[in-house]
Structures are given as C-alpha cells and as structure tokens.
C-alpha cells in the first residue's frame, strides 16, 4: 500500500522570480520588472530561499520544502492582495510608496477578504514578483513549484560581486546580527552554510579570502545549473552592466517573456533606478585593487580565474 504524500497546490502560478547571488543586481531589475501591467509590486520573500537551500543540504526532505514553500508563497502573495503587512517604510524597495500604484495597494485594506480575491486575480493572470537569492543554483526545487513560473537571473562580473560583499561586511556575516544566510554552529564557532562541508576552515581564513570562497560557492553552482537550464523556455539570463546600460532593449524582451506590457509609470521607476546608466569602469579598477590587498595570493587567483569563465559567458550571450 503506497503511503500518502503532502499535497499543495499554488494558487497562484504566474510568478515572476527575479534572482541572483547576494548583490548581483536583483534590487535594481525587481522594481523595473514590477512596474510592468499587471505585474503586483516587488516582494521579498528570503524565507524561501532557506528552505530550498535547507533541502539542497538535506536537512529537509525535497517534497517538504516544496510542500512548505507553496504554502508560504501563496500566503504571502493573498496577504498582499487583501493589505494585510503593507509597508509604509517610504524608502524601502517594497514599500507602497515605491510602487507604481500606491494607492490602490493602500485601499486594499478596506477589501473583503476570502477565495473571491484569489479567483479574480487567477483569472485576471496577475503576475507576482518577488525577488529571491539563488533561484538558479536551487533550480531544481524551484522548477517544481509551478509550470508557469518564470525566472529571470542576474549575474554579475565576480570581482564586482565580492567587493559589494566585502562592503555589507559579509566576510563576517556571523557578527550581523540581522542575517538572512543560514548559520550552522560547531562547538562555539558559527559559519555560513557555503562552508557546510570545510567549516574549519572559515574561522582560519581572513575575511576576503571567505568572501571569495562564498562568492564562488554560488556563482560555479548557478552557472553549473545556466549550462543545465540556459533553454528552459520559463528562464531568461542577464548580464548586470548590459541591463544598467541597455534597459529598453531587455525590458521590451521582458515583456514579449511575460506577455505584458509597460505601464505609465515604467519609465518614471526606471529613472528612478538610474537606468539606463554610464557604467564607470575605473570603480572597476579599484575593486580590483582593494581585494587584491585585502585576500590571499591563491584566494585572489581563483576569483580571477572564474572571472574568465564569467566573460567567456557573457561575451557568448551578447
């Protein structure tokens, strides 16, 4: 006799999953993504992020953390139907008063809630959009949430993507207190789960030389799974500076993905976002100076090493 197994259907399935590494440019791409017709302004829903990585870690079964995750999403995106958690933080990426309809976010609260909200949004296909860390990476969880989600990935040249780790003080992302990566702890030492397997190691390393063998941690495994993925037709690929310095010609594609179309407030948001832009390439340079000095002679070789793998990929796809 089988066993019986959890079930959970989405409610609803046109998501929008804007994804990346930590800092690889996801906060700039959401809000322009969101600003779209009949796309629902940007969320933050990280606690999804944690379950996938807990069940890639085998600390939780696939079809539990799938099964959890859809549960979660979909009461995160009722909640933002009916107004329940907005936030009036007014300078915050998922604020209402950064979104291209504010007012009708607001006025939310006033709304009958129940399964009548739920219908109308299925059959008007509002789309939702959340920004998360490591969709690609954990590609084989995600992929299984729904048919219809869509993932757009941002990726990064690697010396920009630790520099602005090095910057958020992630080389001792133990001491943030308010952390979103997941802490494993070992005797009394805490490490990030990018040392799950070698965590000896980190309390040995300076903070540079973690920071590159985190960074590189994501980055080989998202373009492990891009090679594996690159023509799933519900996943789209972008290099960071291509999209800052050519918004409109990504942003029309974006739209042909989701079969939408842009709103009276895009340009506004794009602006906003300060795209397109002038990418100075001399912040390059400085970067690339300041890990140098601050990482060991190997750590630093091995970030340059994968930065040839990023601009062999990213002269293919442009």
Aim: net charge positive; hydrophobic share 40%; glycine share 2%.
């Amino acid at each position: 006799m089988h066993k019986p197994k959890l079930f959970k259907e989405s409610f609803f399935g046109n998501v929008v999953v804007v994804t990346g590494t930590y800092c690889s440019g996801k906060s700039m791409v959401a809000p322009i993504v969101s600003s779209l017709n009949n796309v629902e302004h940007v969320r933050k829903l990280v606690e999804a992020d944690q379950i996938f990585h807990l069940a890639n870690l085998k600390k939780i079964q696939k079809n539990v953390a799938i099964f959890l995750a859809r549960h979660y999403l979909d009461k995160c995106f009722y909640e933002q139907l009916i107004g329940r958690n907005i936030n009036f933080r007014i300078d915050d990426e998922t604020s209402i008063f950064t979104a291209k309809n504010t007012l009708e976010l607001a006025n939310r609260i006033f709304l009958k809630r129940g399964e009548h909200i739920i219908s109308k949004h299925i059959k008007k296909k509002t789309f939702f959009c959340m920004d998360t860390h490591d969709g690609i990476m954990l590609f084989d969880y995600w992929k299984e949430m729904s048919k219809n989600f869509k993932f757009i990935n941002i990726y990064r040249n690697p010396i920009d993507t630790a520099a602005s780790w090095h910057k958020h003080g992630m080389g001792r992302v133990e001491k943030i207190r308010f952390n979103e990566i997941i802490l494993f702890k070992n005797n009394n030492n805490n490490f990030p789960l990018y040392f799950i397997k070698n965590f000896n190691e980190y309390r040995k390393k300076n903070p540079m030389d973690r920071i590159i063998d985190m960074v590189l941690y994501c980055m080989k495994k998202e373009y492990l799974n891009y090679k594996k993925f690159k023509k799933n037709k519900n996943c789209r690929f972008i290099e960071f500076e291509d999209f800052a310095t050519n918004t409109s010609t990504h942003l029309n594609a974006i739209c042909k993905f989701l079969k939408v179309k842009k709103s009276n407030k895009t340009k506004e948001i794009m602006t906003r976002e300060n795209c397109p832009r002038i990418i100075d390439h001399g912040l390059y340079k400085e970067k690339l100076q300041k890990i140098k000095f601050l990482s060991s002679k190997a750590s630093f070789q091995k970030l340059l090493d994968f930065e040839k793998v990023f601009l062999k990929r990213k002269s293919n796809l442009l």
